[in-house]
């Protein structure tokens, strides 16, 4: 499997965070801070595709600081190729973004088989809701980049689709950076589909919450494709905690199964 594949996977778990909305999009949402885990293992893979297996786990939390949304994520995935053999994928993902989706800080830490493997920190801001804005790196190295008008964050896009759900929408389109890499922000096209089923009995209260199959297609702003350079998949509830995920990557997918999740205390602010 090419090294931009892999690259492409630590790009979409960091998006799994994102996992201005409009003045005409009423409805509160009440995000429920959560630590959740995720056994990740290989849905399907394509013949050509050189996926033999994968195993791994996936850490998330979204926690509340008052003035701001947190997000880490710890991820570590093992693929067994036909060639050249085992990869092991670990990536360390922390953020926070401001309650009002104007600022973001973002850090990233990846490794490819125990090497460091292209580590991503930054910031960005922007000029407002709907506005353009910039992104200051400093890993790889020193960089400034322009946000294009209605770029939002990764928690501001998960609020977004959120509410445009509970709004009865059906498709969302939104411009999205998160810093997982240098290659700007991109366009997240959003299909929400059929609503989950609640009612279930033994459940706690916070895991029996309306919800929606939602699936995300991510493209490069910079090249004009046909075909997404990934897709995410999940059951997202809409107190924000995701019952299920799934990771597209055309010749093979991960699933994500969601094996624990516990709430985190709210900040007294």
């Given at each position: 499997?090419?090294?931009?594949?892999?690259?492409?996977?630590?790009?979409?778990?960091?998006?799994?965070?994102?996992?201005?909305?409009?003045?005409?999009?009423?409805?509160?949402i009440e995000v429920a801070p959560h630590r959740a885990v995720y056994q990740m293992t290989l849905a399907?893979?394509?013949?050509?595709?050189?996926?033999?297996?994968?195993?791994?786990?996936?850490?998330?939390?979204?926690?509340?600081?008052?003035?701001?949304?947190?997000?880490?994520?710890?991820?570590?995935?093992?693929?067994?190729?036909?060639?050249?053999?085992?990869?092991?994928?670990?990536?360390?993902?922390?953020?926070?973004?401001?309650?009002?989706?104007l600022d973001y800080r973002f850090n990233v830490r990846k490794t490819r088989n125990g090497k460091p493997?292209?580590?991503?920190?930054?910031?960005?801001?922007?000029?407002?809701?709907?506005?353009?804005?910039?992104?200051?790196?400093?890993?790889?190295?020193?960089?400034?980049?322009?946000?294009?008008?209605?770029?939002?964050?990764?928690?501001?896009?998960?609020?977004?689709?959120?509410?445009?759900?509970?709004?009865?929408?059906?498709?969302?389109?939104?411009?999205?950076?998160?810093?997982?890499?240098?290659?700007?922000?991109?366009?997240?096209?959003?299909?929400?589909?059929?609503?989950?089923?609640?009612?279930?009995?033994?459940?706690?209260?916070?895991?029996?919450?309306?919800?929606?199959?939602?699936?995300?297609?991510?493209?490069?702003?910079?090249?004009?494709?046909?075909?997404?350079?990934?897709?995410?998949?999940?059951?997202?509830?809409?107190?924000?905690?995701?019952?299920?995920?799934?990771?597209?990557?055309?010749?093979?997918?991960?699933?994500?199964?969601?094996?624990?999740?516990?709430?985190?205390?709210?900040?007294?602010?």
């Amino acid at each position: 499997m090419k090294h931009s594949r892999i690259a492409a996977m630590a790009a979409a778990l960091a998006l799994l965070a994102g996992l201005p909305a409009s003045a005409q999009v009423a409805p509160k949402i009440e995000v429920a801070p959560h630590r959740a885990v995720y056994q990740m293992t290989l849905a399907s893979a394509k013949s050509g595709s050189g996926v033999v297996s994968a195993k791994g786990a996936l850490a998330f939390e979204w926690g509340d600081s008052c003035d701001g949304w947190t997000v880490e994520q710890r991820y570590k995935l093992t693929l067994t190729l036909a060639q050249p053999g085992a990869v092991e994928i670990v990536t360390n993902y922390a953020t926070w973004e401001s309650k009002d989706g104007l600022d973001y800080r973002f850090n990233v830490r990846k490794t490819r088989n125990g090497k460091p493997d292209n580590d991503v920190s930054g910031q960005a801001r922007l000029d407002g809701p709907g506005k353009k804005g910039k992104a200051e790196f400093t890993l790889p190295e020193k960089l400034t980049m322009d946000l294009p008008a209605g770029t939002v964050f990764p928690t501001e896009h998960t609020l977004v689709l959120l509410k445009q759900a509970l709004a009865d929408k059906t498709v969302v389109s939104r411009k999205v950076f998160d810093g997982a890499t240098a290659d700007g922000a991109a366009e997240v096209n959003a299909l929400i589909g059929r609503k989950l089923g609640t009612g279930q009995a033994g459940v706690e209260p916070f895991m029996d919450r309306p919800g929606w199959y939602m699936r995300m297609a991510y493209f490069n702003l910079d090249r004009k494709a046909s075909e997404p350079d990934y897709e995410i998949g999940m059951e997202l509830q809409d107190n924000g905690i995701a019952r299920a995920i799934k990771l597209d990557y055309a010749d093979f997918s991960i699933r994500g199964t969601l094996e624990k999740v516990e709430l985190l205390p709210k900040p007294p602010c």
